[in-house]
């Protein structure tokens, strides 16, 4: 089992590399729901003002 970590002895970057990855991709998910959230309200307030004219 060690020697899969250790994945001929690169290892460290491998799973380096799957870890950053992992994370960039979580972020990009946070980032696109809140980006999205945004335009939402946005929408949302144009609406109300076009309803009010």
Do not use: C, D, N
């Not at 970590?5 to 491998?14: C, E, L, R």
């Not at 998910?29 to 307030?45: D, N």
Request: avoid cysteine.
């Amino acid at each position: 089992m060690s020697e899969f970590f250790a994945m001929g002895g690169h290892g460290f970057y491998i799973w380096t590399s799957f870890g950053v990855t992992a994370l960039l991709m979580i972020i990009e998910v946070i980032a696109v729901k809140h980006s999205q959230k945004k335009v939402f309200k946005q929408l949302a307030r144009l609406a109300r003002a076009e309803s009010q004219r």
